[in-house]
């Protein structure tokens, strides 16, 4: 079958799930293609994909570390141009690859093009259906319900099924991102988390302080923060990975490192991982025990809410970047080297996020009286 890809290009998480998911659905025989954007873009070129670049949807935007809802509205006044775009470019791709089956992660146009087009069936890939934030004034709780309730719709209409690229609870960690009266709960099937299986290949040992928590211009002033610890703690050893420009200078226990294709080796051998709270790292990090500091953006409609399930777990502190201060990130690392989360690795075994997705693929198909 051939499968069109369609990317949120903010970050990895979304282009790093969509193509370990692509690989496990190539060796099944299928035949994958790509559009994204940005980032994403880059990333899945990277890894030898056929891929388009398509408008973004959204152009996120912060200050001093944290998200702004008033500039990333401001940025994104294109994106309605921007999503019609994007649909007529998807609906051509479609026909000129003779596209069988759409997988859309946290896209939204391409759904719509291809139920346009022959009725295509389209898996969604979330973890979420409900934004909000730390923020309680009422403008930005307006502005969040006014979302959920456009994306909910989106749900309940557009897509076959969504697939959850997280546990079930009591341990999905995005579980408070999700709205459990939501029209279109019965879509939404946990499957478990996307993950490499070469994540196998490496044995959990304590060696470093591990830190990658986004690559947007915004959260430099962060790294330099880690740079000043690491001179305060010359006995461990700082490995940072981001593509944020004008990192710190790398010194003799503080190496700053740009672009990896994979961070299992890194992640495998920290003492604490320092990470922003998207569900890939955090689910990377609970696989290898790794006790996390979630440097969250109270302004993210997803962080946020990741970072309350990993206190209720007990997988490690949270920090918000609009009250983070040096003094504050050193206490919490020295804290968390203390730490021993819990041990959820028989998850692991239990979910599948490949199979999963794979499984409701052949659901829909199905559904559609098409064979997988």
């Known amino acids: 079958m051939r499968i069109l890809f369609v990317v949120c290009g903010e970050g990895l998480g979304h282009s ?6 692509a690989r496990y ?3 099944l025989g299928h035949t994958c293609f790509f559009a994204a954007y940005d980032k994403g873009y880059e990333f899945i070129k990277n890894q030898g994909f056929e891929v388009i670049e398509t408008p973004r949807e959204v152009t996120l935007e912060g200050t ?3 998200f702004n809802l008033k500039k990333t509205i401001q940025s994104s006044a294109g994106i309605p141009k921007g999503l019609t775009k994007s649909f007529f470019q998807i609906h051509k791709f479609i026909k000129e690859k003779d596209i069988e089956f759409l997988i859309a992660d946290t896209m939204f146009a391409c759904g719509v093009a291809a139920k346009s087009r022959k009725r295509l069936p389209v898996l969604f890939i979330t973890n979420q259906n409900k934004f909000g934030s730390a923020m309680t004034d009422k403008k930005s709780v307006r502005m969040w319900k006014s979302m959920s309730t456009v994306i909910s719709a989106y749900h309940r209409y557009v897509p076959d099924l969504i697939a959850v690229p997280d546990f079930a609870e009591p341990y999905m960690l995005s579980g408070y991102n999700f709205n459990p009266e939501d029209k279109a709960r019965d879509k939404y099937i946990p499957v478990g988390p996307i993950l490499d299986d070469r994540i196998r290949d490496y044995t959990a040992v304590k060696q470093t302080i591990f830190a990658s ?23 461990e050893k700082f490995e940072i990975y981001s593509t944020s420009p004008g990192m ?18 890194p992640m495998s051998r920290a003492k604490v991982a320092i990470i922003h ?4 790292s955090l689910h990377e990090a609970v696989f290898y025990r790794k006790p996390v500091i979630l440097i969250i953006d109270p302004y993210h409609p997803e962080q946020w809410n990741n970072g309350r399930k990993v206190e209720e777990l007990g997988l490690g502190i949270v920090l918000r970047t609009d009250e983070i201060t040096e003094e504050k990130l050193h206490l919490a690392i020295i804290s968390a080297l203390t730490m021993q989360p819990p041990d959820m690795r028989h998850l692991y075994e239990e979910y599948d996020g490949c199979k999963g997705c794979a499984k409701l693929i052949e659901q829909i198909c199905e559904k559609h009286g098409r064979g997988m």
Do not use: H, W
């Not at 710190?248 to 080796?265: H, I, K, M, R």
């Open 16 to 21: 790093s799930r969509s193509t370990k998911l």
């Open 25 to 27: 659905l190539e060796s």
């Open 64 to 66: 001093g570390g944290c």
């Open 213 to 235: 928590f986004g690559g947007e211009p915004y959260k430099q002033p962060m790294y330099q923060m880690l740079r000043n610890i690491a001179d305060r703690m010359p006995e």
């Open 248 to 265: 710190p200078e790398n010194s003799e226990n503080f190496t700053a490192t740009g672009y990896v294709p994979v961070l299992f080796e």
């Open 277 to 280: 709270g998207g569900l890939t």
